[in-house]
């Protein structure tokens, strides 16, 4: 009778573990809030020649303590690419709440003039599942700017 009855109670214990990790793991699945949202992003420099600095200004709400990882890239009109230095944070660099991030990136000296883009697109992980396996991504935020030759005046 004894047996009987640690055998039931480790089948229990067994049970109740995989209901446990069932769960979690239905929990960790669901969360799919994005941790951010951008509230604007504007280019400060509309103008640049090949070689000066795109200035870029973001109004972004940090909602949740998520780590993320953003994918940069300039494009220009005539098929040149240049990838950006990666932006990776365990946690919102600067806390939770609406921040006013500006940063400059170099436009490379390769580049014709026309149509310039710069490509950002993120993802988040708030989660073991989504750090390793399905990470949160949002649309990418694509900039426009004037890439100038020297035929044409860049504004300051």
Same mark, same amino acid.
């Given at each position: 009778m004894s047996l009987r009855i640690l055998g039931f109670g480790c089948l229990g214990l067994i049970c109740s573990a995989i209901l446990t990790m069932a769960g979690v793991l239905a929990w960790f699945a669901a969360d799919r809030a994005f941790p951010t949202e951008v509230l604007s992003s504007e280019v400060l420099t509309p103008r640049v020649r090949p070689g000066d600095k795109l200035v870029i200004r973001q109004r972004v709400r940090y909602m949740r303590n998520c780590a993320a990882?953003?994918?940069?890239? !300039?494009y220009d009109a005539h098929t040149h690419r240049e990838f950006l230095r990666d932006v990776d944070y365990d946690?919102?660099? !600067?806390? !939770?709440?609406?921040?006013?991030?500006?940063f400059e990136e170099d436009v490379p000296a390769n580049f014709k003039g026309g149509v310039g883009e710069y490509r950002a697109l993120p993802s988040y992980s708030c989660n073991p599942l989504q750090k390793y396996y399905w990470p949160i991504t949002r649309p990418e935020t694509l900039l426009t700017f004037e890439i100038v030759g020297?035929? !044409?005046?860049?504004?300051?």
């Open positions: 990882h953003v994918d940069r890239a !300039l946690q919102p660099p !600067l806390g !939770l709440g609406t921040k006013t991030v500006t020297d035929e !044409l005046q860049a504004s300051p």
